[in-house]
């Protein structure tokens, strides 16, 4: 089996400082839809039964969206909690009692590309185990499991191609100098996230650099898991090459914006959500 598959959170979030409540997101959600705009996505997730309506009725919206892996269980849908600091989230903890519960099921043999979103360490270690031979396996960092349980993060930095950080949470795991961490992890390929400063990536032959392509900043939730959607979704389309790896983070800057210009998922749900920026031309090639 090939294709494009995400493995990450559901989460209903609490922003803000608690002023905005119960907004739908989470990892594997904000990736799917930012992805699924360049090609078919593969999505396995945990849900609560307080939030399947909901989110059954956004993946309605969506077909290019295979929700086969998503799992409804009897417990309490993810949450996240997060003040915005600056222009960013300040990730305040979350309450992930589901991962307790929750087996996910990945398909067998898989040799497409994965993302394996943030989540509880256990599981993300899990999931990429299970991953490990695909054809490209990525995993993104998040602040507060990053310094609560390094040592499973470190066992995860063994197994991945490419990781996903922001500067905070690099600094967390002791990476002072970029290409020193991705070569001491032996990663293929590291991507640091500068919120405003916009993204590089890092690879043995290379360092791209990309600025943010935000025209308006509403909520930066889930930003780094679009950028990796559209940076992941594109290379993909164009086989991988070094060659498209710039063109790759352009695109994920790209959708990293459309997701920022409005509160939570809604720009990247669609036209009906609300009026975002318009999408570049590049989106469409290919």
């Known amino acids: 089996m090939a294709g494009l598959l995400v493995a990450g959170s ?3 979030d609490s922003l803000r400082g608690g ?22 996505v593969s999505m396995v997730a945990p849900v609560g039964r307080d939030a399947e309506d909901r989110v059954r009725a956004l993946l309605a919206r969506h077909p290019r969206i295979d929700a086969g892996g998503l ?19 300040l990730d305040l903890g979350s309450q992930d009692s589901i991962y307790d519960v929750w087996r996910p ?12 979103g943030s989540m509880r360490p256990d599981q993300q270690l899990r999931i990429v185990r299970h991953l490990a031979g695909c054809g490209l396996l990525a995993a993104d960092a998040m602040c507060s499991y990053v310094v609560q349980a390094p040592v499973l993060v470190h066992r995860l ?10 500067d905070e949470e690099l600094a967390a795991l002791g990476g002072d100098d970029p290409e020193r961490f991705r070569a001491r992890w032996g990663l293929k390929g590291l991507v640091v996230k500068h919120g405003p400063g916009g993204a590089t990536a890092y ?44 063109q790759a983070l352009e695109v994920g800057s790209e959708l990293a914006a459309l997701a920022i210009s409005a509160l939570g998922v809604r720009a990247l749900d669609g036209p009906e959500a609300g009026p975002g920026p318009p999408l570049p031309a590049v989106l469409g090639d290919g």
Not at 158 to 164: I, K, M, P
Request: proline share 5%; aromatic share 10%; hydrophobic share 45%.
């Open 203 to 246: 690879t043995e032959g290379a360092v791209v650099h990309v600025p943010t392509r935000a025209r308006r900043v509403e909520d930066t939730t889930g930003a780094g898991d679009a950028l990796a959607a559209g940076m992941l979704a594109h290379w993909m389309r164009h086989g991988g090459g070094p060659g498209h790896l710039r």
């Open 105 to 116: 099921r990945l398909p067998p043999g898989f040799r497409g590309w994965a993302f394996v």
């Open 19 to 40: 002023r905005i409540r119960e907004e739908l997101g989470g990892s594997a959600l904000y990736f799917a839809l930012a992805a699924s705009r360049l090609v078919p």
């Open 157 to 166: 930095l063994r197994l991945v191609d490419w990781y996903f950080c922001n």
């Open 71 to 89: 799992d409804v269980l009897d417990a309490p849908t993810y949450r996240w909690f997060a003040d915005a600091r600056e222009g960013r989230n």
């Open 10 to 12: 559901i989460a209903l």
